[in-house]
């Protein structure tokens, strides 16, 4: 089994930015690709960003640019570098983890919120 937990979501202006963590514990050696996705008041849930176990990566048109994914093995932590934020960027923010022979887990989400 692997554990997720993010953290570094908050408050921000727009223009501002934020860098979410996604921790890693468990069977990490298992683990092969790694995403962010998230979901907004009623809408669908969204996904935003790819990283695989040899660091290529793939981003939703919407953020491409803007958010930068990545990882650090020493730490079992991938980061979600978030720049110009905007409103409609409010959400909460999940990662997930696909694990060899396992399946997909999910972290709980952190609250991003971009206002004025």
């Known amino acids: 089994q692997v554990q997720l937990v993010e953290s570094g979501g908050g408050l921000v202006e727009p223009g501002g930015s934020l860098r979410l963590s996604c921790a890693a514990s468990?069977?990490?050696?298992?683990?092969?690709?790694m995403y962010w996705d998230r979901q907004a008041p009623g809408k669908q849930r969204e996904w935003l960003a790819t990283?695989?176990?040899?660091?290529?990566?793939t981003y939703t048109n919407s953020v491409k640019g803007r958010f930068t994914i990545s990882r650090d093995n020493a730490k079992n932590t991938v980061y979600l570098q978030m720049n110009s934020l905007k409103p409609e960027d409010t959400a909460v923010y999940y990662c997930?983890?696909?694990?060899?022979?396992?399946?997909?887990?999910w972290g709980q989400g952190t609250q991003v919120t971009v206002s004025a």
């Open positions: 990283i695989t176990q040899r660091n290529r990566t």
């Open positions: 468990g069977s990490i050696f298992n683990i092969d690709a």
């Open positions: 997930y983890a696909d694990v060899r022979y396992d399946g997909r887990y």
